[in-house]
């Protein structure tokens, strides 16, 4: 799968593994969305926040952020959760019948393995935070929304 949705403009189109690109993730976060609400179910978005604090370099680095977390992620994710880019910036993970709590713990979890690599050091920092449903949002851009002016 191509990176269509736009990860790096003007970079080569290249593969990402599991991570799908903006519009493939916002096509299966509908179908969660709906499938959830049909069975009544929770989901969370996790939100990694990829800020570039130090303008050294070109986006090198941000590049190489981006990929190790993405890496990151794979690891530490199950089967069934799904990774994707929302913007040019953020990471997401969806985490199908994850409610308020259980996003809580799952974001501790990766708090935890993030404090073993020196992204700071690269002038990179990761804010992560979540979004659920239906407690942020009742719809698809409703969630997409409330991700997007997470700070």
Do not use: W
């Not at 990929?67 to 994707?84: N, Q």
């Not at 259980?102 to 993030?114: C, I, N, P, Y």
């Not at 949002?137 to 409330?146: E, K, P, V, Y």
């Amino acid at each position: 799968m191509g990176n269509r949705g736009g990860i790096f403009p003007g970079g080569p189109e290249e593969p990402f593994g599991r991570i799908l690109n903006r519009d493939l993730f916002h096509f299966v976060l509908d179908i969660e969305v709906k499938r959830s609400r049909r069975y009544q179910n929770f989901l969370c978005l996790m939100l990694f926040k990829i800020k570039q604090f130090s303008q050294e370099g070109d986006r090198g680095g941000m590049q190489a952020c981006y990929r190790k977390l993405g890496d990151l992620l794979m690891e530490e994710t199950r089967e069934s959760d799904i990774i994707g880019s929302l913007e040019l910036d953020r990471l997401v993970v969806l985490l199908p019948y994850a409610d308020m709590k259980a996003g809580a713990h799952v974001k501790s979890r990766f708090e935890d393995t993030l404090k073993y690599y020196d992204f700071k050091s690269k002038g990179i920092e990761i804010m992560i935070d979540q979004v659920c449903f239906p407690v942020n949002g009742a719809d698809t851009m409703d969630l997409i929304q409330r991700a997007l002016q997470i700070e």
